[in-house]
């Protein structure tokens, strides 16, 4: 997950909490507004009932002969007031409380107000209700209203939020992480410097560089003694395989040496071989070569099955290109796959069966070119699956054959194209070496 999208998450958590925390908060404190709210209103109109009392007198609300009592409902019963003879005539201060009161064969919950007081020595009682239907439904519209005005404004801050994280965050996403993303060689790595107000990121970004020209520093010393060890290694090498090949010529040599002199000679032929295929693993790992090829794979198969068919019939082993004719590769280094192709065909020979058949297809499937090199060989072990492209690795560690670097060039020369190569192989019945290179760095042409 991006950073920018964590930043933006975590503040929307944050913010939701609080908004939780206040959404309690504010539905007590609605419910304790609503209540005040409702006595005083009562407070108000018992307040007016007592001035209408005193300026008209009692008299004009109930017939105290009769000791009726004065009754006044609004139309919709959601108001109403009292006035009794209050037989205990004891002064009472306002008392508020919750009751049910039945009104025309219907019950109702009043919020009630209960006031007695003194006229002529006379006790009455004043009772006014308001209905809590009435009251929580207002006190549920407050709710709802509050509810919504902080969504909108939870919505608001978080949308805020991310465009305030995307303008912080632009110089590490736009800059910085491009860079990163951009790396294939050091030497065209972009140097340039972060114009940010942000002095993390100006900083990441001078450490970024400084640390790529040391990279780059490293990559060219490092190849500089690449090319110092092959001079140095093959002048003695050479000088040696001439010394040998001298003694065996000049027929001074004694015969019982001429064996060993022949052993050593394959020992430099052995020793060469294996410094020229590290040094090319040591090249195509530091990106010194080309990827600008365009040519024919369906050609480029059957020159490697033409130049390695003696291997095949010693094997009396056969090879299938069945790659289209039309069926073309560019954007590669072309003597680079020559090698891989090269180096799995040898491999599915020396490890194949007499009598044995190995074919080669290639195909597009999704975003992806496949090539495919099937034999019906000996197979692998599948505990020696993992390790067989690791140098000085062999599929077969008793056969003595080759050095074990074969796969490690066909890994070195995959990774170089940014491709990904896999092995299925089931013991006694052959194996199946798989390479696929993404069609974004790999151009692939097919016709029929």
Same mark, same amino acid.
């Given at each position: 997950?991006?950073? /920018?999208?964590?930043l933006a998450l975590i503040g929307a958590l944050s913010k939701i909490v609080i908004f939780l925390i206040l959404f309690i908060l504010m539905q007590q404190?609605? %419910?304790?507004?609503?209540?005040?709210?409702?006595?005083? %209103?009562?407070?108000?109109?018992?307040?007016?009932?007592?001035?209408?009392?005193?300026?008209?007198?009692?008299?004009?609300?109930?017939? @105290?002969?009769?000791?009726?009592?004065?009754?006044?409902? +609004?139309?919709? *019963?959601?108001?109403?007031?009292?006035?009794?003879?209050?037989?205990?005539?004891?002064?009472?201060?306002?008392?508020? #409380?919750?009751?049910?009161?039945? @009104?025309?064969?219907?019950?109702?919950?009043?919020?009630?107000?209960?006031?007695?007081?003194?006229? +002529?020595?006379?006790?009455?009682?004043?009772?006014?209700?308001?209905?809590?239907?009435?009251?929580?439904?207002?006190?549920?519209?407050?709710?709802?209203?509050? @509810?919504?005005?902080?969504?909108?404004?939870?919505?608001?801050?978080i949308v805020v939020d991310i465009g305030i994280n995307k303008y912080l965050l632009h110089p590490l996403n736009k800059l910085i992480i491009r860079k990163?993303?951009?790396?294939?060689?050091?030497?065209?790595?972009?140097?340039?410097?972060?114009?940010?107000?942000?002095?993390?990121?100006?900083?990441?970004?001078?450490?970024?560089?400084?640390?790529?020209?040391?990279?780059?520093?490293?990559?060219?010393?490092?190849? *500089?003694?690449?090319?110092?060890?092959?001079? /140095?290694?093959?002048?003695?090498?050479?000088?040696?395989?001439?010394?040998?090949?001298?003694?065996?010529?000049?027929?001074?040599?004694?015969?019982?040496?001429?064996?060993?002199?022949? /052993?050593?000679?394959?020992?430099?032929?052995?020793?060469?071989? @294996?410094?020229?295929?590290?040094?090319?693993?040591?090249?195509?790992?530091?990106?010194?070569?080309?990827?600008?090829? #365009?040519?024919?794979?369906?050609?480029?198969?059957?020159?490697?099955?033409?130049?390695?068919?003696?291997?095949?019939?010693? *094997?009396?082993?056969?090879? /299938?290109?069945?790659?289209?004719?039309? %069926?073309?590769?560019?954007?590669? &280094?072309?003597?680079?796959?020559?090698?891989?192709?090269?180096?799995?065909?040898?491999?599915?020979?020396?490890?194949?069966?007499?009598?044995?058949?190995?074919?080669?297809?290639?195909?597009?499937?999704?975003?992806?070119?496949?090539?495919?090199?099937?034999?019906?060989?000996?197979?692998?072990?599948? %505990?020696?699956?993992?390790?067989?492209? &690791?140098?000085?690795?062999?599929?077969?560690?008793?056969?003595?054959?080759?050095?074990?670097?074969?796969? #490690?060039?066909?890994?070195?020369?995959?990774?170089?194209?940014?491709?990904?190569?896999?092995?299925?192989?089931?013991?006694?019945?052959?194996?199946?070496?798989?390479?696929?290179?993404?069609?974004?760095?790999?151009?692939?042409?097919?016709?029929?």
């Open positions: 997950m991006r950073l /920018e999208l964590k404190v609605i %419910d304790k507004q609503a209540l005040r709210q409702t006595d005083h %209103d009562l407070i108000k109109m018992k307040d007016k009932t007592m001035a209408i009392v005193s300026k008209i007198g009692i008299n004009s609300f109930l017939n @105290i002969e009769r000791d009726s009592v004065y009754a006044s409902y +609004n139309m919709l *019963k959601d108001e109403y007031i009292t006035i009794d003879l209050d037989t205990a005539k004891i002064p009472a201060p306002v008392v508020f #409380s919750n009751e049910a009161r039945e @009104i025309e064969d219907e019950d109702f919950d009043f919020r009630i107000l209960n006031y007695g007081f003194v006229i +002529n020595n006379q006790h009455y009682m004043l009772e006014i209700g308001k209905n809590i239907q009435l009251i929580n439904s207002l006190n549920k519209m407050m709710k709802n209203i509050s @509810i919504t005005i902080i969504l909108i404004v939870l919505l608001i801050t990163l993303k951009t790396i294939t060689n050091p030497e065209t790595f972009d140097f340039s410097e972060l114009n940010s107000s942000t002095s993390d990121f100006v900083y990441l970004n001078n450490a970024l560089n400084e640390l790529m020209h040391k990279v780059t520093t490293i990559l060219k010393n490092q190849q *500089k003694f690449t090319a110092d060890v092959s001079h /140095e290694l093959f002048t003695p090498i050479s000088i040696m395989q001439s010394k040998l090949e001298n003694l065996l010529v000049s027929g001074n040599l004694p015969e019982k040496f001429v064996a060993g002199v022949l /052993e050593q000679q394959n020992n430099l032929n052995r020793l060469q071989q @294996i410094i020229k295929a590290l040094l090319l693993i040591a090249r195509i790992e530091n990106d010194q070569f080309a990827k600008n090829d #365009s040519f024919s794979f369906r050609d480029l198969v059957d020159e490697i099955i033409l130049n390695i068919e003696d291997r095949a019939e010693m *094997k009396n082993v056969t090879i /299938e290109n069945l790659v289209h004719p039309n %069926d073309s590769l560019s954007n590669v &280094n072309k003597s680079l796959i020559y090698i891989l192709m090269f180096n799995l065909v040898s491999n599915a020979i020396k490890y194949n069966r007499d009598g044995g058949k190995i074919r080669i297809i290639c195909f597009e499937t999704g975003s992806k070119f496949c090539i495919e090199v099937i034999d019906n060989g000996i197979g692998i072990d599948l %505990d020696q699956i993992p390790n067989i492209f &690791n140098r000085f690795k062999r599929a077969d560690p008793t056969s003595g054959e080759g050095y074990g670097l074969g796969l #490690s060039i066909v890994s070195s020369i995959v990774s170089f194209h940014n491709g990904s190569i896999e092995v299925q192989s089931v013991k006694g019945e052959g194996s199946t070496f798989k390479i696929q290179f993404s069609l974004k760095n790999v151009n692939f042409n097919s016709i029929g």
